[in-house]
């Protein structure tokens, strides 16, 4: 349960440079952003592992891009059922995804599998 809210908080950050860096991405309260980081992680988990499958032959054949797609679709998902957070088209909804995937990427960096922060030992 510790991981589960440790990597929601890393993906509000991420969500909330998104909102902040993105024009079309938005997202009004704090209380939302919350709701949103934890809902994603539950449709990250859920939804899009179904997706990925439905749609391996075209991300074959587009090398891996077509998941950029996916991550959008589910951030796109996350703001359809959310009242204050809203995401104005595709292009907003691709930025948004790939802003958050990589503050999530480097957030577990730092966390690391342990779900315990990692310190640099040289």
């Not at 997202?27 to 997706?51: D, F």
């Not at 990925?52 to 090398?63: E, H, Q, R």
């Not at 891009?65 to 991550?71: A, D, G, Q, S, T």
């Amino acid at each position: 349960m510790t991981g589960f809210l440790l990597r929601a908080v890393i993906a509000a950050c991420g969500l909330w440079l998104a909102s902040s860096w993105v024009d079309g991405f938005s997202i009004s309260t704090t209380g939302t952003l919350l709701i949103a980081a934890a809902l994603l992680g539950v449709v990250n988990a859920v939804v899009r592992p179904i997706a990925v499958i439905l749609t391996f032959p075209i991300t074959i054949v587009t090398l891996g891009v077509f998941l950029l797609v996916i991550n959008a679709g589910m951030v796109a998902l996350v703001a359809a059922v959310l009242p204050n957070f809203t995401i104005t088209g595709f292009w907003p909804a691709l930025l948004g995804a790939l802003i958050v995937s990589l503050v999530s990427w480097l957030g577990s960096w730092f966390v690391g599998s342990t779900l315990k922060i990692d310190t640099l030992r040289r």
